[in-house]
Each structure stands twice: as C-alpha cells, then as structure tokens.
Nanobody
C-alpha cells in the first residue's frame, strides 16, 4: 500500500511559480510510475504529466509542456511538480498518483493509477 500526501499549493499571481511536493510512504515507491493530475471545479480530473520510476523520462499534457517539470527523488520517496509561468487556467486541485508498471499501460489515463493523494489547491490570480 502506498500513501501519498501533497503539499505546496497556494495562491500565486499569473506568471509566478509554485513547486508541489508529493511524499509517499512505503518501501516500493521507486517501482511506481508517478503522475500528476488536476481538477478544476465542474470539470473532470485531467492529466498533467508523469515520470518514469527511475526519473529517466517524463511526459506532459500539451497545456503544460514547457512550463511544468516533474522530478523525483527516490531516496526521499518524493515526487515534485515545478510549475512556472502559471496562468489563471492552471487553477485547480492538484493530485499526485502512483501506478504500478504495466507493459501496455497508458499513464495519461487516470484509471492506471492505484493510489492517490488528497490533493492540494493551486489558485492563480490574473
């Protein structure tokens, strides 16, 4: 079982930056693919990005590509989401999630993820 806790959300002006952290419990953190998703009021939870278990590769939604960066520190059981050049449309609750590796997995799909954090609110003012 993996438990995830996100921190680092808050209120920021457009153009600003925030770094979210997601701390994981459990000894198997390094075997999971870690994803970030977000959900704005009235909308479905959407994919933001994910990172491979060794941190070697990461993938992003087009809406955040070039602005957001995911990294992980397996020694600290933590994954990060660095968000730069924030826009009001980035306002949402941000969730981290953990997915076990599957050869045919689609890690842009929230259904792949077995474990979720409680979320942290990010609000970007214009």
């Amino acid at each position: 079982q993996v438990q995830l806790v996100e921190t680092g959300g808050g209120l920021v002006q457009a153009g600003g930056s925030l770094r979210l952290s997601c701390a994981a419990s459990g000894r198997t953190f390094s075997s999971y693919i870690m994803g970030w998703f977000r959900q704005a009021p009235g909308l479905e939870r959407e994919f933001v990005g994910f990172i491979w278990w060794n941190g070697g590769s990461s993938y992003y939604a087009d809406s955040v590509k070039g602005r957001f960066t995911i990294s992980r520190d397996n020694a600290k059981n933590t994954v990060y989401l660095q968000m730069n050049s924030l826009k009001p449309e980035d306002t949402a609750v941000y969730y981290c999630a953990a997915a076990p590796f599957r050869l045919t997995g689609n890690y842009q799909d929230k259904g792949e993820y077995a474990h979720w954090g409680q979320g942290t609110q990010v609000t970007v003012s214009s």
